[in-house]
């Protein structure tokens, strides 16, 4: 199985529409991350959670909103969702001793 | 300016042959880099990490120069399997646990 899961893989929505992409770990790291990838742009970050009680914005955090609901749980919301946050969107974990991000297989979004 | 800048090919390399690229860094503060491997439509996976005395890990070899701040990638006896986009990652010194990414070197090994 793997280590880090992301839901929906896919999500076609239209302009203005609530969007939740989860993510859930079984790595027992306490740091997650959201990042977006874009043709020519490499990742971004969006937002990042050191652990559950501590969530700091990202380099892109504008028009998106996190919740850590428990450490292996991070959560991106898009709360009106515009055609420019098309994107490819990956969730990673670190843990405290390391130096390697695991991602997980990332969710293709199209905002209409 | 980019913080971490890559040259986005595609290098396009025949099956055997070396190819070797490059990646310039902003923050002289940058103290740890990494190559990530990423396949077509995939998620991002570690390739290595690059010490400052330059490394080695089978067919592919890092080397950090911190004086011109930059890292370099070289691939030997390339495989068709190592058709995929480089990532260079750097962690700025104060920014402990935050990755900047480069948008990646697509290499294509051919037949």
């Known amino acids: 199985d793997a280590d880090v899961t992301q839901t929906p893989r896919n999500r076609i929505t239209k302009t203005g529409k609530r969007i939740m992409l989860e993510c859930s770990q079984t790595?027992?790291?306490?740091?997650m991350y959201w990042y977006r990838q874009d043709p020519g742009l490499g990742l971004r970050l969006i937002y990042y959670?050191?652990?559950?009680?501590?969530?700091n914005k990202g380099e892109i955090s504008d028009g998106y909103s996190v919740s850590r609901q428990a450490q292996a749980k991070f959560s991106l919301s898009l709360e009106s969702a515009i055609p420019n946050q098309t994107a490819l969107y990956f969730c990673?974990?670190?843990?405290?001793?390391?130096?390697?991000?695991?991602f997980g297989p990332g969710t293709r979004l199209t905002v209409l | 300016r980019k913080e971490v800048e890559q040259d986005p090919g595609p290098f396009n390399v025949p099956e055997g042959a070396t190819v070797a690229f490059n990646c310039t860094y902003s923050?002289?503060?940058?103290?740890?880099f990494f190559w990530y491997r990423q396949d077509c439509r995939k998620e991002p996976k570690l390739l290595m990490s690059?010490?400052?005395s330059g490394n080695e890990d089978g067919r592919f070899t890092a080397q950090l120069n911190r004086a011109s701040q930059y890292i370099s990638l070289l691939i030997r006896d390339s495989k068709l399997s190592d058709s995929a986009t480089y990532l260079c990652?750097?962690?700025?010194?104060?920014?402990?646990?935050?990755?900047?990414f480069g948008a990646g070197t697509q290499v294509v090994v051919t037949p």
């Open positions: 990673a974990t670190l843990g405290r001793l390391d130096n390697e991000q695991f």
């Open positions: 790595k027992g790291h306490d740091r």
């Open positions: 923050n002289s503060a940058s103290q740890s």
């Open positions: 959670s050191f652990d559950v009680k501590d969530i």
């Open positions: 690059v010490y400052s």
């Open positions: 990652v750097v962690i700025v010194t104060d920014s402990w646990g935050k990755f900047q």
